[in-house]
């Protein structure tokens, strides 16, 4: 079952999801919307190894936008911390950016129930693209989960910025 946009609100202000900031004018029918942080990581090494960690850079993204090259792949965030112990989060890209050939989260769309902390984007532009920190790039959806609750303690908890690969501690 899928909240709608005034169950998020309620939830956020019982403190069963938290939103942080929360902007009543970045809900949705049934999602809330999501900004991208002021930085982007990038993978600098010729090969990436999945069981090793991999050298990245941190890239600001300045206030007039940067421009994602097409067929790159690159790791953002939300500016805000997201997560809830009573409902799990789903991540989607917003329709009017996906249109524009920027593909976020192809995969890995569901979040852990119990995960808290700023969701990185998987950034993954078909044509070349201009981003700005602060724009409406996402959106989170909450849904009620059946069944016992193990929250999650996994390897990403309380992620701040875009966070790289950690595959290898599997």
């Known amino acids: ?63 007039e936008g940067t421009v994602l090259q097409k067929g790159a792949f690159y790791l953002g965030a939300s500016e805000e911390i997201v997560g809830s112990d009573y409902f799990v989060p789903m991540l989607h890209c917003k329709s009017g950016i996906a249109r524009l050939g920027l593909f976020i989260h192809i995969t890995s769309d569901l979040i852990d129930i119990g995960s808290h902390g700023n969701l990185t984007f998987q950034l993954h532009p078909t044509l070349n693209i201009r981003v700005y920190p602060g724009m409406r790039l996402g959106q989170v959806s909450f849904w009620k989960p059946l069944g016992d609750i193990t929250l999650y303690e996994g390897k990403y908890q309380n992620s701040k910025g875009p966070i790289a690969s950690k595959n290898y501690f599997s």
């Open 1 to 63: 079952m899928i909240l709608t946009g005034s169950e998020i609100s309620a939830n956020v202000e019982q403190g069963r999801i938290n939103i942080s900031p929360f902007r009543s004018e970045q809900l949705n029918p049934n999602s809330y919307d999501l900004r991208l942080g002021k930085t982007l990581l990038v993978y600098t090494g010729e090969h990436l190894d999945s069981l090793q960690p991999n050298p990245y850079e941190l890239v600001p993204i300045p206030e």
